[in-house]
C-alpha cells in the first residue's frame, strides 16, 4: 500500500508519494484542475494507493477529481485544525506539508473530517455565495445612505461644473433642492408624542394626526 499526501493551494497542488516502509517514492506539483496530470502521477507512483487531502479551500474539486479517477482506493479528509504536526512545523513548506500528510496517513494518525455528499456541498456553495452578496448589498448601502445623509444634512452643494467635486464646499449655491429630493424625516416630541414609558403610544400618533 502506498500512502499519497497533497497539499492543495488555488491553482496547484504539491503531492508527495511514501510506500509502506516510508521512504519516497514520488513528488510532482500539479495544476489543481487538472484530471489527466493527478491520474497520470497516480499510475506513475503504482500499486494500491490512498490519499489524503486536507479540508482548506477548494477541498471538494480536488476530492472529486481523484475519485474520478479511479485509481485511489480511499480518498481521506483530514481535519485542519488537529494535525498539530503540520501546525506547529518550524519548517513549514509545500512539500514538507504533503509528506507530513503522507507520513500521519501511513501511521494511521490522520484526524478525520466528515466529507458531506456532492448534493449537500453543492448546496453550501449556493448558500455562501448568497451570504457574501447580501453581505455587500447591505455594506454597499448603508455606506451609500450615511453619505447621502451627511450631505443633505451639511447643505453642501458639489458643483461639477465650477470644481469638478473637488471641493465640497464650493459655495456655488445651497443644497436645497437635493433636501427637497430625499426627504429624510427627523422625529421630534411634536410629532412623535411619548407616554410615561417613554414609548410611542398608538393612541396619542392617531389623535395628533387626526388633529
Known amino acids: 500500500m502506498n500512502y499519497i499526501g497533497i497539499d492543495i493551494h488555488k491553482k496547484q497542488c504539491v503531492l508527495s508519494a511514501l510506500n509502506e516502509a516510508g521512504e519516497r517514492l514520488r513528488e510532482a506539483k500539479i495544476a489543481t484542475q487538472d484530471r489527466e496530470g493527478l491520474a497520470e502521477y497516480l499510475r506513475a507512483v503504482g500499486g494500491p494507493c490512498r490519499v489524503v487531502i486536507e479540508a482548506c479551500w477548494g477541498w471538494g474539486k480536488v476530492h472529486d477529481l481523484i475519485e474520478a479517477t479511479g485509481l485511489a482506493g480511499e480518498v481521506v479528509l483530514a481535519h485542519p485544525y488537529k494535525t498539530r504536526i503540520i501546525a506547529e512545523a518550524q519548517i513549514k513548506t509545500d512539500k514538507v506539508d504533503a509528506r507530513a ?4 496517513l501511513r501511521l494511521g494518525a490522520v484526524p478525520r ?5 456532492l448534493v449537500t456541498r453543492r448546496r453550501k456553495e449556493v448558500l455562501r455565495q448568497r ?3 447580501v453581505r455587500e448589498r447591505t455594506k454597499s448601502g448603508a455606506w451609500g ?3 447621502i ?3 443633505v444634512s451639511t447643505g453642501c452643494q458639489l458643483c461639477l461644473r465650477k470644481c469638478g ?8 449655491g445651497n ?3 437635493a433636501r427637497a429630493l430625499i426627504p429624510l424625516p427627523v422625529p421630534s416630541r ?10 410611542d403610544s398608538p393612541r396619542q400618533s392617531a389623535l395628533a394626526a387626526r388633529g
Open 175 to 177: 443644497f436645497a433642492g
Open 101 to 104: 500528510l503522507a507520513f500521519l
Open 131 to 133: 451570504l457574501f452578496w
Open 149 to 151: 445623509r451627511w450631505w
Open 113 to 117: 473530517a466528515h466529507v458531506p455528499g
Open 145 to 147: 445612505f450615511s453619505t
Open 165 to 172: 467635486g473637488r471641493q465640497p464646499r464650493c459655495g456655488g
Open 190 to 199: 411634536e410629532t412623535r408624542p411619548r407616554n410615561k414609558g417613554g414609548f
